[in-house]
């Protein structure tokens, strides 16, 4: 599971392990739907002449060709603020820890609760550097895992 550091606000209440509401389609309207420049996967075809493996699913309003206008027509980035918490980035992204006043806390809380790959853990000072630097990685043998 990736793993990236948010600046988030220090009251920020995200259910943990839950993606967050504003990565979701479902956060979509009606007008959303009704803005998206195709209606379906052969109308997309036809207007960018794409062959039919390149679409998602069969009459999803929501394709890879559309992907990045689609999604900021509905599209809702955590608020930024002062708090620290890790965020898991395999999926659409979900928070995994309580907000922290500082990155310290928050690496001694990762040191004790988490993990930086499968079941592998680390100590707070390399949990500090890993999140300092936006790159959370465990290293077994000459194997990285990001």
């Given at each position: ?37 195709v209606k379906s996967c052969d109308e997309c075809r036809e207007k960018n002449g794409k062959k039919k493996d390149f679409c998602n ?90």
């Amino acid at each position: 599971m990736g793993r990236i550091l948010k600046r988030v606000p220090m009251d920020f209440d995200a259910p943990l392990d839950e993606i967050w509401k504003g990565y979701l389609l479902e956060n979509a309207s009606k007008e959303d739907f009704e803005k998206f420049p195709v209606k379906s996967c052969d109308e997309c075809r036809e207007k960018n002449g794409k062959k039919k493996d390149f679409c998602n699913e069969e009459g999803t309003p929501y394709c890879v060709h559309y992907n990045s206008k689609w999604r900021k027509l509905w599209f809702e980035e955590v608020p930024e603020g002062e708090g620290y918490q890790m965020w898991e980035n395999t999926t659409e992204g979900s928070p995994q820890t309580p907000v922290f006043k500082t990155l310290q806390e928050l690496s001694e809380y990762c040191a004790n609760n988490c993990t930086t790959f499968a079941h592998y853990k680390t100590t707070k000072e390399k949990w500090y550097k890993m999140l300092e630097d936006d790159k959370v990685h465990h290293t077994k043998g000459n194997t990285t895992f990001v």
